[in-house]
């Protein structure tokens, strides 16, 4: 059973930065694309950016490209957003989400239907 728990969220001010993780626990990883998703009020899932596991490499919505960072930790199962210069609009509840193992994809989805387990989520407020 896989469990993707995030942590990190919180209130922070325009301009400063807060990183999100996401431990990800009862199945290899190794071979799994993992994204940040978010959602605010009345809106749909918004993609962030995505991780290919294996190689690190990384795709971002343009809303958050040179702001936000994805990273991962091979030993700890760890995803991370690193949010930079944040805005009042970057308002959400972010996700992780993980595609499963046995689908050895060769892109990093960027749809929400392109990933098989999620977390459930850390609010991350950003105010003026």
């Known amino acids: 059973q896989v469990h993707l728990k995030e942590s990190g969220g919180g209130l922070v001010q325009a301009g400063h930065s807060l990183r999100v993780s996401c431990v990800a626990s009862g199945r290899d990883i190794s071979l799994t694309m993992m994204g940040w998703f978010r959602q605010a009020p009345g809106k749909e899932r918004e993609f962030v950016g995505g991780?290919?596991?294996?190689?690190?490499?990384?795709v971002y919505a343009d809303s958050v490209r040179g702001r936000f960072t994805v990273s991962r930790d091979d030993t700890e199962n760890t995803l991370y957003l690193q949010m930079d210069s944040l805005k009042p609009e970057d308002t959400a509840l972010y996700s992780c989400?993980?595609?499963?193992?046995?689908?050895?994809?060769?892109?990093?989805?960027?749809?929400?239907?392109?990933?098989?387990?999620w977390g459930q989520g850390t609010q991350v407020t950003v105010s003026t």
């Open positions: 991780i290919d596991w294996r190689t690190g490499g990384t």
């Open positions: 989400a993980m595609t499963e193992v046995g689908r050895r994809l060769s892109f990093i989805p960027t749809a929400y239907r392109g990933y098989d387990y």
